[in-house]
């Protein structure tokens, strides 16, 4: 049974709170604990240089850029997945395939350009490696960088300016179906913009579409994660992000 002294000091601490609410003047101030604030730490992404593949003789090129630096293209987590997982995995098998064949000391020009449709799997992973490696040069953290002067006037001759430049690759790109990749190349001392199914490079000895100077991914695993199917804002912003530097480079190796 319950005790009646504590039966006896409830009712009356409960009279003494209810005169006290009656009465203001015997309010008593209690003190609120301020919100608590929850600070999100910071995420730390690898270096791109530490990225490795498990054998030789092909090697990840690493990145102009860290992985958080190109955050107006691509979120941070979906580029080190595009590098980390699928470009590495093209470099792994792509050694496998290599190992202890006649071809396993070639450059990766020489073999993409020997790669043809008599051995699609080494075709697939010579372009899907080599196509990456030109990919990740054709993009800079920095926007509207320029092109030299030569390059600039072969973009003239080709397009007219480099508006008609943009808007032909804008359009070559969104006509493009299914998985592959676009291309500015050189052929015959004249640039022209092409685009190649799956893994197909334009240096490919039964394509002979000519020699790269820049290249986009057109594969969803580029751009679905961050634009979904938007594939013509995705365009917008490589547009933005290309790295004429580069691309000059490239253009005076190649003629």
Known sequence: MMNHSYLWCVFLF???TLGSCNNPKELIEVQIPEREVFVESEVTY?????????QGPMEMP????QFDELS??????????HYNKIHLKYADQLNLSLHQT????????????????????????????????????????KKDTQPNAELQKAINNAF????????????KALELVGSGWIWLVIKNN????????NNDNPMM????????VFAIDLWEHAYYPTYQDNLETYIDNCIQHLNWEFASEQYLKSR
């Open 14 to 16: 409960s009279i003494l």
């Open 46 to 54: 690898p270096n791109p240089s530490s990225i490795k593949t498990k």
């Open 102 to 141: 006649p071809i396993e000391k070639d450059t990766i020009t020489a073999i993409v350009f020997k790669a043809d449709n008599k051995n699609e799997k080494l075709k697939n992973l010579a372009g899907g490696y080599y196509n990456h490696n030109i990919f990740w040069k054709t993009l800079t953290n």
């Open 190 to 197: 004249s640039l022209a913009i092409i685009t190649t199914a």
């Open 205 to 212: 000895n039964h394509l002979s579409l000519g020699k790269p």
């Open 160 to 171: 007219g300016n480099m508006s008609g430049f943009k808007k032909e690759f804008k359009e």
């Open 62 to 65: 690493g990145l102009p850029y």
């Open 72 to 81: 107006d293209l691509f979120k941070p987590d979906h580029l080190l997945l």
